[in-house]
Structures are given as structure tokens and as C-alpha cells.
């Protein structure tokens, strides 16, 4: 089998930076695949059945993603001097990717979403399944069961990788999936209390998507190439940037196009997430905050209120300004001036993208 090849997590391919930074995802392409082909065989080897979680996670790997998180990874080990032909940085992008399948995988859970990167979800797919087999039991626990394996099966995937890099790399590891897991937990929790609180909303935002996207990948390969000395400027570039990718996020699952997103648009509304968008919004519209407040979240009139309070608008601008103090960072950065101007096309392209 082989890894479709993903989306590009930047527009920008030209330099020899982009190239680098190219070159070390296609490894990890095949990284990814050489450790599913593996694990399906070692399995299937046992029963059929055995294999079902392995390919659970390979068919969401398989159908491609814009590996960002990979990405901002290959981008922090070369801007830190790390050797292109190192196998551990491809360690650990494989690694990202999969924590990134295992997030997705128990989030579609979490958000009940039928539909990931265009093809039914792991829990909606083994549902189906067991309702046409006439299975025993309860067909939707049943999928949502194969999905929290499936997912703590990426997980376990994610530690075997890591297990030959630096401390200092593996420390920062640990604290990229806390924050995740931690992140993830306050996002459900302050949906279910419908709490419009930005201070709290941004944190979440930074902890489940910025951090775990942009600023951890980044110091993870600064770590595995063992060049601290941009640590501080990849934190001030990767909270800026990573919180523009969550803000842009929000507004495209209120006002994206599930066909070119590849999943369902509106389910912060329908899982009632005080997104960054929403708490802004509650707090200054009296309308907002009496949407919010209901059983059931009216998304269409939810969008149309936030368009016309000047909500989104502001949400743009803050968009902008996070971008500009990116740049900024990135001027002064102890980086080489190529990967200065590739992190900052990076920063363009996540903070500006449609899907």
C-alpha cells in the first residue's frame, strides 16, 4: 500500500528551505506507510479481525490531511541546523501525524461527525457495519468502541516512534500531548456549561490546536536537532501563528464549504463550542448571547448574527495582526534569512487557508 500524497501545508515550494522541508515529509510518508503495511501484517497474521484497528488508523492516514503538524516539525529541526539525512526528525513527524490520527479519530467521537477528509468517520463506518451484519448488541457503541481503540492504537504508534529521540526532544513531546488532551477536555467541558469566556476560549484555542500545531512541532525538531537558541523566537512565532490557524478554523466551520473542507461545516454550532468567535460575539451581542443560551444552537441564524455585530470582521483583523507579529518575530529570529522567509510564507498560508 502507499500514503496518498497529502495536501501541500504550504503554498510556497520554491527555496531550498521549502525543498529541505519537502524532502523530509516524503520520508515520512513512507515512514507512516512502512509502520501500517507492518503492523497490518503482523496482525492480520493473527486473525482478520485483529488487523481492523491498524487499518482504521491507516485509511484516515491514507486519505492525506495537509500534515501541518509534520510539517511545522521538518521546518524547526532544518531552521535549527538539523542534518536533512537525520532519520529521527522523520521519527518524529510520523509521530505527529500519528497523535494527530488519534486526536481526530476519538474527536469525531466527541463531536459525533460522520465525515473526516471526505470518507466516513471510524465510529460512523463500524456502526454501519455492525447495523448491515445484524450484529448483537448496540450498533452505535459498538463503532464508537472501534474508534477509541482505533485511536488509543494511534496513540500507541506515536510513543514507538519517539522512543529513539533526545530527552530533551521526548520532554517536549510529553507536553505537546498534555496540552492536547488537556485542551480537548476544557473544550467539552465549556461547551456543555455554555460559557462564553474569550480569556478561557483563547487558552483552549492555543492549548488543543495552536501549541499542538505550530509552537510544540516547532521546538520538537529545534529539540531533536539540538539548537535551543531559537526557542524563544519559535514560541512568540508559534503562539501568534498557531492562534490565527484556530481563529481561522472557526470561521470556517461557520462559514466554510463542507466539500472543500472535507467534513461537515457548522458542528462547533450543533456540539454548542464557545469557540474564540462565539465568546467574543455573546459578550457584546445581547442576540448572540440568547442563541448561545438555547437547547439547540440555531447555526444559520448563529452565522448571521456574527457577520452583521462586526464579529467576524474583527475576528479577520485579529487574523492580520497575529500574521504581522509573526513576521516581526521572525525578523530577529537566529535563523538564516531562506528560513526566515519560508516560516513566514508558512505563517501566511496557515493563517489565510479556505479549507
Request: glycine letters at 8%.
Amino acid at each position: 500500500m502507499t500514503v496518498s500524497p497529502p495536501a501541500p501545508a504550504v503554498a510556497h515550494l520554491g527555496g531550498l528551505a521549502a525543498q529541505s522541508r519537502a524532502a523530509v515529509l516524503d520520508r515520512t510518508e513512507k515512514r507512516l506507510d512502512a509502520m501500517l503495511d507492518a503492523e497490518h501484517s503482523r496482525w492480520a497474521a493473527v486473525d482478520a479481525r485483529a488487523a481492523v484497528p491498524v487499518d482504521a488508523v491507516g485509511e484516515l492516514i491514507r486519505a492525506g490531511g495537509k500534515r501541518l503538524r509534520p510539517s511545522f516539525c521538518a521546518a524547526g529541526f532544518l531552521a535549527a541546523g538539523g542534518e536533512l539525512s537525520d532519520p529521527r526528525v522523520v521519527d518524529a513527524a510520523a509521530a505527529i501525524e500519528m497523535l494527530h490520527a488519534f486526536a481526530l479519530i476519538h474527536d469525531d467521537v466527541i463531536d459525533d461527525s460522520d465525515l473526516r477528509r471526505g470518507k466516513p468517520t471510524v465510529h460512523a463506518r463500524h456502526a454501519d457495519e455492525h447495523r448491515a451484519r445484524g450484529w448483537q448488541g448496540e450498533a452505535r457503541r459498538y463503532g464508537e468502541g472501534i474508534a477509541v481503540l482505533a485511536g488509543d492504537l494511534a496513540f500507541s504508534y506515536a510513543g514507538q516512534l519517539i522512543q529513539d529521540l533526545p530527552a530533551e526532544a521526548r520532554l517536549v513531546w510529553g507536553q505537546l500531548a498534555s496540552e492536547l488532551i488537556i485542551g480537548q477536555h476544557l473544550d467539552v467541558t465549556v461547551a456543555a456549561e455554555s460559557l462564553p469566556d474569550p480569556k478561557l476560549a483563547r487558552y483552549i484555542a492555543k492549548a488543543k490546536s495552536g501549541r499542538y500545531t505550530i509552537h510544540r512541532p516547532l521546538e520538537l525538531g529545534a529539540a531533536i536537532a539540538g539548537d535551543s537558541s531559537a526557542a524563544a523566537a519559535f514560541e512568540a512565532y508559534g503562539t501568534a501563528v498557531g492562534e490565527a490557524f484556530q481563529l481561522r478554523d472557526d470561521l470556517i466551520d461557520t462559514y466554510g464549504d463542507a466539500d472543500a473542507v472535507g467534513k461537515p461545516v457548522g458542528l462547533d454550532a450543533e456540539q454548542h463550542k464557545m469557540t474564540l468567535l462565539v465568546s467574543l460575539a455573546a459578550l457584546r451581542d445581547a442576540r448572540v448571547g440568547e442563541l448561545v443560551q438555547a437547547a439547540e444552537w440555531d447555526g444559520a441564524a448563529l452565522a448571521e448574527a456574527l457577520n452583521s455585530n462586526g464579529v467576524r470582521a474583527e475576528v479577520e483583523h485579529r487574523i492580520d495582526e497575529l500574521v504581522d507579529q509573526a513576521h516581526q518575530v521572525l525578523s530577529t529570529a537566529p535563523i538564516s534569512d531562506e528560513w526566515k522567509r519560508e516560516l513566514a510564507a508558512m505563517a501566511t498560508s496557515v493563517a489565510y487557508r479556505d479549507h
